[in-house]
T-cell receptor, first 111, second 115 residues
Framework: GQQLNQSPQSMFIQEGEDVSMNCTSS?????WLWYKQDPGEGPVLLIA?????ELTSNGRLTAQFGITRKDSFLNISASIPSDVGIYFC???????????FGGGTRVLVKP | EPEVTQTPSHQVTQMGQEVILRCVPI?????FYWYRQILGQKVEFLVS????????KSEIFDDQFSVERPDGSNFTLKIRSTKLEDSAMYFC?????????????FGSGTRLTVV
């Protein structure tokens, strides 16, 4: 089936650092979405990308829809403690179609 | 801010029992979905529903599962005879082609524990 490979699987952050994560796919997706999930909660949409090459920002978050439509990255600038959580990329082939999720990137605070 | 509402938040059931998970999607959305997340794993697609019928289902969504939109607002997932491996978080989601700002909106989930 369709697979989204998300990396890294986990990372430690120190307050103020920038964070990057990405997703790649062997097949084309026409929509890329980035979600954050806190423990015991549902995924919350961070950024939605609908056009190849699109670069979109939402506060300290920036995401890009790869020009090949097979990849996307998410950057978090100047991280803060509440950025801790699990971040998922998700792709859709067409409006209304199912989402395929990546394996998630667990963001943790450096001890 | 419109949201997807799921009830109950937690359900414990005995193996072999039937459970019904309930969802109220965003009112002007037309596509409805159920996803599952086993503890510590990624979110997996179960089924999508549009125009009062299933539009796509995954291999997980076998004969033990069914969905229904009994009225204009509720969207339910029924598991006929639960198994231990059905223990997971179940998320309902809805979307609309016109509502691109919100993308696919997820509920907070129902934690199903089968004992």
């Amino acid at each position: 089936g369709q697979q989204l490979n998300q990396s890294p699987q986990s990372m430690f952050i120190q307050e103020g650092e920038d964070v990057s994560m990405n997703c790649t796919s062997s097949s084309i997706f026409n929509t890329w979405l980035w979600y954050k999930q806190d423990p015991g909660e549902g995924p919350v949409l961070l950024i939605a990308l609908y056009k190849a090459g699109e670069l979109t920002s939402n506060g300290r978050l920036t995401a890009q829809f790869g020009i090949t439509r097979k990849d996307s990255f998410l950057n978090i600038s100047a991280s803060i403690p509440s950025d801790v959580g699990i971040y998922f990329c998700a792709g859709s082939k067409a409006a209304g179609n199912k989402l395929t999720f990546g394996g998630g990137t667990r963001v943790l605070v450096k001890p | 801010e419109p949201e997807v509402t799921q009830t109950p938040s937690h359900q414990v059931t005995q193996m072999g029992q039937e459970v019904i998970l309930r969802c109220v999607p965003i009112s002007n959305h037309l596509y409805f979905y159920w996803y599952r997340q086993i503890l510590g794993q990624k979110v997996e697609f179960l089924v999508s529903f549009y125009n009062n019928e299933i539009s796509e289902k995954s291999e997980i969504f076998d004969d033990q599962f069914s969905v229904e939109r009994p009225d204009g607002s509720n969207f339910t997932l029924k598991i006929r005879s639960t198994k231990l491996e059905d223990s997971a978080m179940y998320f309902c989601a809805s979307s609309s082609i016109r509502d691109t700002e919100r993308g696919y909106t997820f509920g907070s989930g129902t934690r199903l524990t089968v004992v």
